[in-house]
């Protein structure tokens, strides 16, 4: 069992940047993949990036690619979520996914995710 607390969510003018984290407990972390997801109102939930167990994989979706950065440091059992640029449409809830993995792995639909945070508010202003 893995429990995710996501936090570093605010209110911030267009531009600007936020660092979103989310500490695991539980489990042996390094063995976990982790993802970023988001979802504004009135919409579905969106990937938005993901990184392997080591880090040494990441992806993400285009609409971020450049301007976010996905990071993690295991030995602190806690992933990042470096958002930089940031545009009014980034405006969402924003949740941490981990999944127990055996390999090197990247996930990005969110019902392969077994474990998931509260959520964070991010909201960009104009």
């Known amino acids: 069992q893995v429990q995710l607390l996501e936090s570093g969510g605010g209110l911030v003018q267009a531009g600007g940047s936020l660092r979103l984290s989310c500490a695991a407990s539980?489990?042996?972390?390094?063995?976990?993949?982790m993802g970023w997801f988001r979802q504004a109102p009135g919409k579905e939930r969106e990937f938005v990036a993901a990184?392997?167990?080591?880090?040494?994989?990441?992806y993400y979706a285009e609409s971020v690619k450049g301007r976010f950065t996905v990071s993690r440091e295991n030995a602190k059992m806690t992933g990042y979520l470096q958002m930089n640029s940031l545009k009014p449409k980034d405006t969402a809830v924003y949740y941490c996914?981990?999944?127990?993995?055996?390999?090197?792995?990247?996930?990005?639909?969110?019902?392969?995710?077994?474990?998931w945070g509260q959520g964070t508010q991010v909201t960009v202003s104009s």
């Open positions: 990184i392997s167990r080591t880090g040494i994989e990441t």
């Open positions: 996914a981990a999944d127990f993995t055996l390999r090197e792995a990247i996930k990005t639909i969110g019902s392969k995710y077994s474990y």
């Open positions: 539980g489990r042996t972390f390094s063995t976990y993949c």
